[in-house]
């Protein structure tokens, strides 16, 4: 049997860390399966990823680092995740994981002109979602939440926009067995107004009010949903 990982490329502030668990908590969680199924690797601690050949899929966590940083452990990764890619192993990346897939497969990620996107958004599901494995059984607009300085600038060729809004016109793409999405299916109402918390003075400096956004937190049970469709996609006899 395969392996499902979770490719952990980083931790949630300590504060919210010590009340709610870490992002591979929140995914398997979302993912409404048996923890045990899923197989964590923390590449910021320097384990090592398995061979390609034995992952049946992977989904790479959110993460306070940026991607273009180009940190050693982050370009290591982008150098796995592109030889899955090449493979045909089912990937999903979330948030900082959106960006580091869409820059192993050529894309560009940097600093979003506009600032932080931050709290609970609309996101508006684009014609390329039509048949989508992901994306087909989303309403037109869903809710989901965002914590983001950093963006996919430019996809990678042959990507297609899969979801999108006024402030972040890639906030999904696919490209072959590979999908990224900026906003993060894994977070509830709870940890986002404690993620607004932490980083108050930062998102006052943005001149955003922790105030305004806390208020508009709410649930985002379609993007969530998201996780188990792509743990459905693992289980297909392809995918094994």
Not at 28 to 56: C, F, I, K, M
Not at 196 to 211: F, H, I, K, M
Not at 223 to 233: E, S
Request: aromatic share 6%.
């Amino acid at each position: 049997m395969k392996q499902r990982l979770i490719i952990k490329t980083g931790e949630p502030h300590a504060e919210v860390q010590a009340e709610h668990g870490n992002f591979e908590q929140w995914i398997v969680r979302e993912l409404g399966g048996d923890a045990a199924a899923w197989s964590v690797v923390d590449v910021t601690g320097g384990e090592a990823l398995p061979a390609v050949a034995e992952v049946a899929g992977a989904i790479i966590t959110g993460s306070p680092a940026m991607v273009s940083d180009r940190a050693d452990w982050s370009e290591e990764a982008a150098a796995w995740l592109r030889a899955a890619h090449a493979a045909k192993v089912p990937l999903l990346g979330i948030c900082f994981g959106h960006q580091l897939l869409a820059h192993a497969l050529g894309g560009e990620v940097g600093y979003h002109p506009g600032g932080p996107e931050v709290g609970t958004v609309t996101v508006a599901r684009q014609p390329a979602a039509a048949g989508d494995a992901l994306f087909d059984a989303m309403p037109a607009q869903f809710a989901a939440q965002v914590l983001h300085w950093q963006s996919v600038l430019r996809l990678p060729p042959g990507a297609s926009v899969l979801a999108a809004n006024a402030f972040e016109p890639h906030h999904a793409f696919r490209v072959g067995n590979s999908w990224g999405v900026q906003f993060h299916p894994e977070f509830d109402t709870a940890a986002t107004v404690s993620l607004l918390e932490v980083l108050a003075p930062a998102l006052q400096q943005a001149q955003l009010s922790v105030t305004a956004l806390r208020d508009a937190v709410c649930p985002t049970p379609e993007a969530a949903g998201l996780l188990q469709r792509f743990a459905a996609v693992l289980a297909q006899p392809a995918a094994v």
